[in-house]
């Protein structure tokens, strides 16, 4: 691939043309993905268009296509849907309807499109490039265009990117869309968790996604739902028995609650389908149990996009813009994706393919092949999701004690967490035990065995259940053997913050002293500042960043109100910018100010400067994050002096230290799928763990790999000797030394208007889905 290092990207875009538009069903973040689209593509030179009310649009031509702007797309960020309209088109579906968009296209000099939709919307864009030529010979017969015109956009180049809230596009972990429907739909189950325990009722509730059962899945591991429909997988013959005993189980054993998830395709082995009505008659005729049904509907499109979905939108913007103007007449038309949190280009119709297969296998009854086609995230979410749900405590005890305990500040997502290791420990026969306040507890004796119930509704919890300190092991390493021992604990799972790992390293490093600690241990990073090494997401760190940018809407609304107001916002994150760099990312910031990065008085008065020339467009307001640590000196305060100073009568400052509230609310969907998953493969790890380490009836473990970190890195998780680990650490600031989220900060700044490098070098190669999803 020629790579356009050499070429300096101001100028890559440089007398061509771009539209954008977004078609099919509506997804929150397509906004975001429409704004970047138009900010990077006028960053590097590029004229850009908006095609509104999408193919239907480009079809119709005229004052449809219009020319975008830098301040056209201000105040975009936040909002669901798309400003810029989406239709579902027959006429494109036609080549009359096709020709005549190409008619317009060429007349406008555009041979570049980004489309953002589902996969209907992106296998027609393929089909309109694949018809290019030929509908150019069509319009200069026609005499619609002269053959100097044709030959000035002989070639269509076409990105898409995928919108829409059903996560059902193969090769892609998410979907433009998917994370906010998540956060709609966890909000109406949270909301009705309250009433039903106050009733003791039975909760049907039927989600959106098509043919696709992500949405249905992950709600279900979200809200410990004691059953899920999913078209992918229809329950085995004689499932109503199993799902009226189950239930029934669930209330003797005291849970007041049961929730059912439906997906709305979801069928039976026959190809039935099951309906949230059906259900409703089932549990009441054959239980007597009190049940209600919700059908969610179009809320769950609806409502401001989540931060995920704006950085996920951001990012992909980005990345199709450089696919467009890397792209030659050989390379398939691509799609941008982001797989992990890497950005990848895959072939458009080997996507739409494997989309095409899944529903294929369904038809057949191959459900093992849909489920494992649906790609990676799909299945692990699935296999978790039938180890906690289905499967009853065993009578045989193994008689291993696993002791449970949160360290360093409370985050949201921590409970969840604890709640899936308890349960698959119990599973598998173990004793849970709970250690509340941390290593001070663990020291002082304040440890009791966890039942299956003691951790039902965990996983909507915010803070921590089990109390939380942030003091070291250090100091009481005496006390904690005695109770190791006292307590006969033979693995511990720790969950927590920059604590945990240093923590757990004090407890490896003391092993050669003390016997009792020879056991095998886990962390779990759960923080909200996201500075454990050995792992690119903590859990609690997407609830923050939601937090904040929630926050951040609000003061951009009142900004605007007032108009020439420059807001400073400090956030949490101790030496990690991750927060402040994200949520600047998220809420369209004019600027992040983070340690990692360090600037000086010149910078500060760039950014002022820069905020001066902005007050003379017609977007009136300012945005400023700070990170609480980012430099000694340069304090909130001081910047708040310094702009105010600088500003004087073109604009005035306001600051905003948003404290604590970081630290709490309710896990986003996010959080508590992240939580369940790290806690339930932490255990299955110990236990496995435990058996290469008993020698004689006795559990000894002292090698560096008995003591690891769960982390996620790039596209998996991985468990990481604690040890290993040190190298990478700069203890003095508790951060990691590098940090993958620092590459995406050039984004944040050309999104808002800075003309600064961007380097692309980096940017992703075109993968092959088929490749990638090698374990078929």
């Not at 990105?159 to 059902?168: A, E, K, L």
């Not at 039976?268 to 919700?294: C, N, Y």
């Not at 739409?352 to 979410?381: C, H, P, Y």
């Not at 026969?429 to 039942?451: C, K, Q, R, Y």
Request: hydrophobic share 40%; charged share 20%.
């Amino acid at each position: 691939l020629a790579r356009l290092c050499t070429m300096d990207p101001t100028k890559m875009g440089v007398g061509r043309s771009i539209a954008v538009l977004t078609s099919g069903g509506d997804a929150q973040g397509m906004n975001a993905a429409v704004r970047a689209t138009v900010r990077v593509g006028l960053y590097t030179g590029a004229s850009v268009y908006f095609v509104h009310e999408g193919y239907q649009g480009l079809v119709d031509g005229g004052d449809n296509i219009k020319l975008a702007t830098w301040e056209s797309v201000s105040m975009m960020l936040q909002l669901g849907g798309t400003v810029i309209g989406s239709a579902r088109c027959k006429d494109f579906q036609t080549r009359e309807g096709r020709m005549k968009a190409a008619g317009n296209l060429v007349k406008l000099g555009i041979t570049n499109l980004c489309v953002i939709g589902g996969d209907g919307s992106l296998t027609g864009a393929n089909q309109f490039r694949t018809d290019w030529s030929e509908l150019l010979v069509d319009l200069v017969k026609a005499g619609k265009i002269s053959k100097d015109e044709a030959s000035k956009s002989s070639h269509l180049n076409i990105v898409g990117m995928v919108g829409s809230i059903d996560n059902d596009f193969c090769g892609t972990d998410m979907t433009i869309g998917t994370d906010s429907a998540l956060h709609r739909i966890i909000e109406v189950v949270d909301a009705i968790t309250t009433t039903a325990q106050s009733h003791q009722r039975t909760f049907i509730l039927e989600v959106m996604g098509r043919h696709c059962g992500y949405l249905a899945l992950v709600t279900a591991l979200s809200c410990g739902a004691d059953w899920v429909f999913i078209p992918e997988m229809p329950p085995d013959e004689g499932w109503e028995e199993h799902l009226c005993r189950r239930l029934a189980d669930q209330r003797g054993r005291g849970c007041r609650l049961n929730v059912i998830i439906v997906a709305e395709g979801a069928m039976t082995r026959a190809g039935k389908p099951i309906t949230s009505d059906q259900l409703k008659q089932l549990v009441t005729d054959r239980l007597g149990f009190d049940t209600r049904t919700t059908v969610l509907g179009h809320v769950q499109r609806g409502g401001t996009p989540s931060a995920f979905d704006r950085i996920l939108g951001s990012r992909m913007g980005v990345e199709a813009v450089m696919a467009l103007l890397e792209a030659t007449p050989e390379t398939p038309a691509c799609v941008v994706s982001l797989s992990g949190n890497q950005a990848v280009r895959l072939p458009l119709m080997e996507c739409v393919q494997v989309t095409k297969d899944v529903t294929a296998a369904m038809a057949e009854g191959r459900f093992e092949d849909a489920i494992k086609l649906r790609g990676k995230s799909f299945e692990n979410n699935w296999n978790t999701y039938k180890l906690l749900a289905h499967i009853n405590p065993p009578d045989v005890k193994s008689n291993i004690n696993v002791a449970v305990m949160n360290i360093g500040a409370p985050c949201a997502g921590m409970n969840s967490a604890v709640r899936s290791a308890v349960r698959i420990g119990m599973i598998q026969g173990h004793t849970m035990l709970a250690v509340h306040d941390g290593f001070d507890g663990l020291a002082h004796g304040n440890i009791e065995p966890l039942s299956w119930t003691n951790v039902s509704g965990w996983t909507g919890k915010g803070g921590s259940m089990l109390g939380t300190k942030r003091t070291l092991p250090g100091k009481m390493l005496e006390e904690i053997s005695l109770n190791i021992n006292k307590f006969n604990i033979n693995a511990m799972v720790i969950i927590g913050g920059f604590e945990a790992f240093v923590g757990g390293l004090e407890l490896v490093q003391a092993r050669e002293k003390y016997e009792e600690l020879c056991i095998p241990m886990v962390v779990i990073p759960a923080t909200v500042s996201n500075n454990v090494p050995g792992s690119d997401f903590s859990i609690g760190a997407d609830t923050a960043l939601n937090t904040i940018v929630a926050t951040c809407d609000r003061i951009k609304q009142s900004a605007a109100g007032t108009k020439r107001r420059v807001f400073i916002i400090e956030t949490m994150g101790g030496y990690c910018g991750y927060l402040a760099t994200m949520a600047g990312m998220a809420s369209g910031a004019d600027a992040a100010y983070i340690y990692e990065e360090k600037f000086n008085i010149k910078d500060l008065e760039l950014n002022v400067e820069h905020l001066v020339q902005k007050m003379k467009t017609t977007v009136k307001r300012g945005l400023i994050l700070r990170n609480e640590n980012s430099n000694a000196h340069y304090t909130t305060d001081f910047i708040f002096n310094l702009y105010s100073e600088e500003g004087k009568g073109v604009f005035d400052c306001r600051k905003n230290v948003l404290g604590h509230m970081q630290q709490g609310g309710t896990p986003t969907p996010f959080d508590r799928n992240f939580g369940t998953k790290m806690g339930a493969k932490s255990v299955l790890w110990l236990t496995e763990k435990l058996k290469t380490c008993t020698r004689h009836g006795r559990i000894y473990a002292n090698t560096p790999d008995s003591a690891c970190l769960l982390g996620m890195r790039k596209r998996a998780l991985y468990f990481q000797p604690l040890a290993e680990l040190k190298e990478e650490t700069d203890f003095e600031h508790r951060i990691p030394k590098t940090q993958w989220w620092l590459k995406i900060r050039p984004i944040m700044k050309i999104l808002a208007k800075y003309n600064i490098e961007l380097d692309t070098s980096e940017h992703a190669n075109m993968e092959h889905v088929i490749k990638k999803m090698g374990h078929l």
